[in-house]
């Protein structure tokens, strides 16, 4: 046995691997999709995130069923705790579904790809830099992807700002329009408890050159965390007035923060 299929054996269980096979994206023959991801390296990618799911962060997640097994899908939610903990959650209670689980994608920062092996990193479990072409690409691609349209502005807010969506672009409703792509709103509650923030050093985080820099304690806490996944909401594709799309857009926000408060109604206590 090579030392590469004894580690694998070692981290990853077999039933693991089977169901990774049976989702597996088509990649090329060196491995690869065009967007960097790799069936393997996802396979250890899920093996760590099962442990946080779990016994971690122990999600309680309801309505992943409502995401479509097949067809391009845009799954909304709120965006927060500076790290990216939400999305790697949201794209594991799809990919661990019981029922015709997905492999999503998810649109990144463009701060992340500039971290020397991070990018490639995230390339390789399904992330891919978010900006409207790419998202375009995976939606024509029948890809189900996770888009957060706060950005910056929700992952980086603070904790007294904690479960107050902040403005959401339209982007996301023209492609959802465009693609006939049906969106599945997701209400997360926890990872504002994270990694709480109660301030943001502007001036440090410009001479670094990244979006944020939060005064918080340099630990990710193991918050319970509830994901609320509503019904799909499908929108037509007739030219509209820009006014008409951010209603739409709205419509939206307000079913991510109806499943916000039900999440925290359901939360019995933070950690």
């Not at 939400?86 to 990144?108: F, H, N, Q, T, W």
């Not at 691609?141 to 603070?158: H, M, Q, T």
């Not at 806490?221 to 006014?243: C, Q, R, S, W």
Request: charged residues 25%.
């Amino acid at each position: 046995m090579s030392l590469a299929s004894f580690i694998k054996s070692r981290l990853i269980p077999a039933d693991l691997d089977q169901h990774i096979n049976r989702i597996r994206k088509p990649i090329g023959s060196l491995g690869y999709d065009p967007w960097g991801y790799n069936n393997e390296v996802i396979k250890y990618g899920f093996a760590l995130t099962k442990q946080l799911y779990e016994k971690y962060f122990r999600v309680e997640a309801h309505g992943v069923e409502n995401i479509p097994a097949e067809g391009p899908v845009l799954i909304i939610g709120n965006h927060s705790g500076q790290l990216p903990i939400d999305g790697i959650l949201v794209g594991y209670a799809l990919a661990s579904r019981k029922e015709k689980p997905r492999i999503p994608r998810a649109m990144i920062e463009r701060f992340f790809p500039t971290v020397p092996w991070l990018g490639n990193l995230l390339n390789e479990v399904g992330a891919v830099l978010g900006d409207p072409v790419n998202c375009a690409k995976m939606l024509a691609n029948d890809e189900a992807v996770i888009v957060f349209p706060e950005g910056i502005r929700g992952s980086g807010k603070l904790y007294h700002d904690r479960y107050e969506l902040k403005r959401f672009g339209n982007g996301f409703m023209h492609l959802a329009m465009k693609y006939k792509a049906p969106i599945v709103p997701v209400g997360v509650v926890g990872c504002e408890e994270t990694i709480p923030a109660i301030a943001n050093i502007k001036p440090l985080a410009k001479a670094l050159g990244i979006p944020y820099a939060p005064v918080a304690l340099p630990v990710v806490l193991p918050a319970k965390v509830h994901l609320n996944f509503g019904a799909p909401m499908y929108f037509d594709d007739l030219e509209i007035p820009e006014e008409q799309v951010t209603d739409r857009v709205e419509t939206v926000k307000a079913e991510i923060s109806r499943l916000i408060d039900k999440g925290l109604s359901e939360r019995k206590r933070l950690f």
